[in-house]
C-alpha cells in the first residue's frame, strides 16, 4: 500500500468523521430524559480506523476529527469534553480490542467505547464543577452509551464486511499485524 493511498483514506475518514459529528451536534437531544446524550455516531469513523489502520494511525485520526469538529463547530469546553471522552473511549477500546476477537466482537467492543466514552465526559464535568455529585448521572448515560454503541458497533461490522474498500484495507492491516 502506498503512502498516498494511506493519506488520502486517512483524510476521508477524517472529513466523515467531522461531517458525522457536525451533522449530530446539529440534531436536538434526542433523549428527552437525558438531557446532554448524543448517540455517537462519529465513533463509527473511530472503530472503523481500529479495524483498518495502525494504532498510531488511527490515534493520529481521532485527534484530527476533534480538532477540526472544534474549530468548525464547538468551543473550548466542547474540546474538554469531546477529547475527555473520545480519549477515554480510544484507548477502553484499544485494550478491549487487544483480546482478541474470539473473545470480543466489534460490537462489544463499540459497546465499551459508548460506555467509556460517558465516563470521560462525566469525570470531566466532575473536574469542572469540583463535584462527584455528577457522576450520579453515569447510570443513565452508561444505558444511552452502550446501546448506542451497540447500534454504532452493528454498522461497523456491516461496513467492514460489505464496503469492498474497507474490506481490502480491513484485510491489508490484519496481514501487517500478523507479520509483525
Not at 54 to 62: D, I, W, Y
Not at 107 to 129: D, E, K, P, R, W
Amino acid at each position: 500500500m502506498t503512502k498516498n493511498k494511506k493519506l488520502i483514506y486517512i483524510s476521508l475518514l477524517v472529513a466523515q468523521g467531522v461531517i458525522i459529528g457536525l451533522l449530530e451536534n446539529m440534531i436536538p437531544f434526542p433523549f428527552a430524559f437525558a438531557p446532554g446524550a448524543k448517540l455517537g455516531l462519529a465513533n463509527l469513523i473511530t472503530i472503523i480506523s481500529l479495524f483498518t489502520m495502525s494504532k498510531r494511525e488511527s490515534f493520529f485520526l481521532v485527534c484530527l476529527r476533534l480538532i477540526l469538529t472544534t474549530l468548525l463547530g464547538g468551543t473550548i469546553s466542547t474540546l474538554l469534553y469531546s477529547a475527555s471522552g473520545a480519549l477515554l473511549s480510544y484507548f477502553g477500546m484499544i485494550l478491549t480490542k487487544s483480546l482478541g476477537p474470539k473473545r470480543v466482537s466489534i460490537i462489544g467492543i463499540s459497546s465499551v467505547g459508548g460506555f467509556l466514552h460517558n465516563v470521560g465526559q462525566l469525570l470531566t464535568a466532575s473536574f469542572i464543577a469540583q463535584s462527584w455529585t455528577v457522576m450520579l448521572y453515569l447510570p443513565v448515560l452508561s444505558i444511552i452509551g452502550i446501546l448506542a454503541g451497540l447500534a454504532v458497533g452493528i454498522a461497523a461490522n456491516y461496513l467492514l464486511e460489505h464496503v469492498k474498500t474497507l474490506k481490502q484495507f480491513k484485510e491489508h492491516h490484519e496481514t501487517q499485524t500478523s507479520n509483525s
